[in-house]
């Protein structure tokens, strides 16, 4: 079983910044994928950004250009770099790793307001 510990997120004001991190441990199985996921109340759970472990990025173009994903594959952990953030931004944030199967983080909440 692999366990997700997810760290950062917050309440930043629009144009702000935040910084989320994973680290995965528990697992003997070479992890694939890394990135986030985030869902909006009332809305479905949708891809923010996932880095293959050769490097390879698919990043939502509703954030292109603005969120920065790495990854470390020799401590297993990704990060995802947030700036001018929007109040449209606003969600709570999941870590997701896939190795053998999916394994999901329980989610830390981002808030982008005035």
């Known amino acids: 079983q692999v366990q997700l510990v997810e760290s950062g997120g917050g309440s930043v004001q629009p144009g702000g910044s935040l910084k989320l991190s994973c680290a995965a441990s528990?697992?003997?199985?070479?992890?694939?994928?890394m990135g986030w996921y985030r869902q909006a109340p009332g809305m479905q759970r949708e891809l923010v950004a996932i880095?293959?472990?050769?490097?390879?990025?698919n990043v939502s173009a509703s954030v292109k250009g603005r969120f920065t994903i790495s990854r470390d594959n020799a401590k297993n952990t990704v990060n995802l770099q947030m700036d001018s953030l929007r109040p449209e931004d606003t969600a709570v944030y999941y870590c997701y790793v896939f190795t053998f199967a999916s394994f999901w983080g329980r989610g830390t909440q981002v808030t982008v307001s005035l």
């Open positions: 528990g697992t003997a199985f070479r992890i694939n994928d």
């Open positions: 880095v293959a472990r050769d490097g390879n990025r």
